[in-house]
Every structure is written in structure tokens, then in C-alpha cells.
């Protein structure tokens, strides 16, 4: 098979894995879902990625030999319009970090939108809770928003008569935000021997590393923006937990909340169990990687980053998507010294990343904040008691949430 097949093939069988996720997506949004039936469409999208994969190891193969079997006379550099954007990047990143130049006259180097992008991917697949509330791109480093909490929005006119005239509506109580773009930076060694290696692998470091910064950075700043519970536990049994379900936040809100606590304080909920005997944490079916407490998401943070408080374990619980607002400048750079930061008397090269974001509250009732140290199993119900229950008449029956207490 000629390189132009195998081109095609590699087109072909990446277009078919495309169109197998469509089919994935549809699934798991159908409410007739089938276990069996998603388990074979994933098994026949993963055959399809690898098959893609191998095509093009093969392809990338395939034109290394015809360049090898190539005359040296039919060989010729690329122009400059036809150096792809990773590898001119890489050669301006080397260019940095030895040399100090890029061509740019400062010394400094912007990451390319397609690279910013591969980050960003890698940022929402680490545990990263950017991908809780909101992420607005901007272009200045300050500005301002006006925002109405989901709680003050007040209901129009009803109006009985047709030819009545409209009121006034009531003004708004409405909050202005002001945002200042903040620079966050970090510096890395860099070897002789990375430098020497392919355009591949130093963008894969290179990716791997600022993305655990970005997710680590932003992820203190918004915890910040979360605020820290109070420090005297508010939650001792499963029914706390309904309550702060239930009694905390706008009606509205309940569908898209969710919960976030720490790993000490996701391991004792993780041992919580019904009256049936059952553990309270609940696998998602269509996402094995995440757990569901009383039907709604729980986020884990790492101790690390979300500490406990005076012994207490935090929990949050809400939508973050109506109360943070992250603004993100999106201009990533990268500054190089050897002279610097314990470079030169090392020989080594230093590379500094910046960060450019700001973290600012929208609406502080979007989410609620407890504390736990121990949460109580549900008290096993006896045979005697489901009988009372069943035989009770229905004018004196309790409500189905104070029956399951």
C-alpha cells in the first residue's frame, strides 16, 4: 500500500471514530439506555482509535522511507511557510532557552493558540475544578461585568386586561464586578539532553508540565473564592446531608448542584451505608471514574489543596458555574535564562511559565458550605417497623422524606 492509500485510510478510519462518539454521545443521552449496547459501541470506538493510531505510525513510517530512499540532490530544506507551527515552535522555544532570542526581540515566547489548546485538554483530564464553574475568555487585563443573582430576578407583570398598560418593571438589583487579570508564574529545568530530543516529546513535556501548574494554580484560587466552612461540624448523619440538599440553595439551582469535598472527607463518606445496608456513594453508570452522592456529583480534592478545618472535613455543595466566574486572558508565555535562579553556577537552563487569570464571586448563594467529621449510617429498619409502615392509614402518613429518615 502507497503512501496516498495509506493517507486515505488513516482519513477514513479517523472520520469513523468521529462518527462512533457521535453515536456514544446519543447513547448515553437516550433514556432507553443499554449497558450492553454502550459497552459495544465503546469496544468498536476504541478499536477504531487504535486502528487510526496504527495507520498513521504507519504512514509517518511510510514517508521516513521514501525520504531515506530519496537522491541526495532531490533533497531540499523547507521554506518557511512549509515548517509546521509545532516544530517552528519548538526551534523558537530552543532558540529561547540557549540563546535567549526568538525573533521577537525580548526574549520571551507566546505558546501558540493549537499548543494553549492541547494544554487546556490536558487541564480538564487532571482534577481540576475549572471545569466547575465559569470560564469567560477575555482580551484586557481588567474590566467590569453586571450580574443579577439567580435569587433576586423578580416575575413580570400579570396583566388581566388586554388593553392594560405595561408597567414599569422594578429595578433590578443587579452587582458589578471588576476583574484585574493576575500574572501566575513557575520556573523548570531544563537539560542539555531535552533539548536534543524530538519535536514530539519536548511538546509532550512541555504541555504535561504546564498543565499541572495551570490546574494547581487555578485550583487554589478558586478554592479561595469558595471559602473556608465552619470549623464546627454541621453534618453527622445522612439526613444532614438532604438537608443542605434541600433547605440551602435556590429551587432553581438544585438540578445543576453538585458536591466537593477532600479525600479524607470523600473516604469517610465513601463508608456511609442506607438502611438496606447499601453504601451511600453510588457509581455512575455511564462514567465508571465518577461517584454520585444522592444522585449528584462529588468532586475530590486533594487534602493538600482543600485541608480539613480544625478537624473537620469540608463539603461544599451547589452550582459554582452560577457563583465563580474565572476569567481567563488566555496569553501563556515563556521566559528562558541560564544566568539566573541558580542556572549559570549549575549550567543549566531555566524556563518560566506565566499564567494570566483572575477569580472573582458572582453569586455567593450558589453554593453552601458544612463540615463533617463522622457521618452516621441510616438505622436499619426491621420488619416490624415496614409492617407499621405499610398498615399506616394515609390521612396520618408522613411524607416520603420523613419516612426515609
Not at 19 to 33: H, M, P, Q, S, Y
Not at 272 to 301: F, H, S
Request: without cysteine; hydrophobic residues 35%.
Amino acid at each position: 500500500m502507497g503512501i496516498n492509500e495509506l493517507n486515505n485510510a488513516w482519513i477514513a478510519k479517523g472520520q469513523a471514530v468521529s462518527d462512533l462518539n457521535d453515536k456514544l454521545n446519543t447513547a448515553v443521552l437516550d433514556d432507553n439506555f443499554s449497558k450492553d449496547e454502550f459497552t459495544k459501541l465503546k469496544e468498536q470506538r476504541d478499536n477504531a482509535k487504535a486502528q487510526r493510531d496504527a495507520l498513521k505510525d504507519q504512514l509517518d513510517e511510510a514517508r521516513a522511507q521514501e525520504v531515506k530512499a530519496m537522491k541526495s540532490e532531490d533533497k531540499k530544506p523547507l521554506n518557511k511557510k512549509e515548517l509546521d507551527i509545532k516544530d517552528q515552535f519548538v526551534k523558537d522555544f530552543k532558540n529561547m532557552v540557549t540563546s535567549g532570542t526568538t525573533g521577537t526581540g525580548n526574549g520571551g515566547l507566546t505558546i501558540p493558540e493549537d499548543i494553549q489548546y492541547t494544554i487546556n485538554q490536558l487541564v480538564r483530564q487532571f482534577a481540576t475544578l475549572q471545569n466547575l464553574v465559569n470560564v469567560e475568555s477575555v482580551s484586557t487585563t481588567s474590566g467590569s461585568r453586571v450580574y443579577e443573582k439567580i435569587s433576586d430576578i423578580k416575575p413580570m407583570t400579570d396583566l388581566d386586561d388586554e388593553s392594560a398598560a405595561i408597567p414599569d418593571m422594578d429595578d433590578p438589583e443587579l452587582t458589578l464586578i471588576k476583574y484585574a487579570i493576575h500574572r501566575y508564574a513557575a520556573i523548570q529545568t531544563v537539560t542539555n539532553s531535552l533539548l536534543k530530543d524530538s519535536v514530539e516529546n519536548i511538546l509532550s513535556w512541555l504541555s504535561q508540565w504546564v498543565a499541572k501548574k495551570v490546574t494547581v494554580t487555578r485550583n487554589t484560587k478558586i478554592i479561595e473564592a469558595m471559602g473556608k466552612p465552619a470549623k464546627k461540624p454541621t453534618i453527622a448523619k445522612f439526613d444532614d446531608i438532604k438537608d443542605l440538599e434541600n433547605n440551602t440553595l435556590d429551587p432553581a439551582l438544585m438540578p445543576s448542584a453538585s458536591f466537593v469535598t477532600n479525600q479524607s472527607g470523600y473516604n469517610v463518606l465513601s463508608k456511609v451505608k442506607d438502611a438496606q445496608g447499601r453504601y451511600m456513594l453510588q457509581r455512575d453508570v455511564t462514567q465508571p471514574d465518577v461517584y454520585r452522592l444522592d444522585g449528584k456529583t462529588i468532586t475530590v480534592v486533594a487534602d493538600k489543596w482543600l485541608p480539613d478545618i480544625s478537624g473537620a472535613h469540608p463539603l461544599y455543595y451547589g452550582d459554582l458555574k452560577q457563583g465563580i466566574t474565572l476569567y481567563d486572558r488566555e496569553h501563556m508565555s515563556l521566559l528562558s535564562t541560564n544566568v539566573g535562579a541558580g542556572a549559570f553556577e549549575h549550567d543549566l537552563y531555566k524556563v518560566r511559565v506565566i499564567d494570566r487569570f483572575d477569580v472573582e464571586v458572582i453569586d455567593d448563594g450558589a453554593w453552601a458550605t458544612a463540615s463533617f467529621k463522622t457521618v452516621a449510617n441510616q438505622p436499619a429498619t426491621t420488619p416490624e417497623e415496614s409492617g407499621k409502615a405499610s398498615a399506616a392509614p394515609s390521612s396520618s402518613a408522613a411524607p416520603a422524606s420523613s419516612a426515609a429518615k
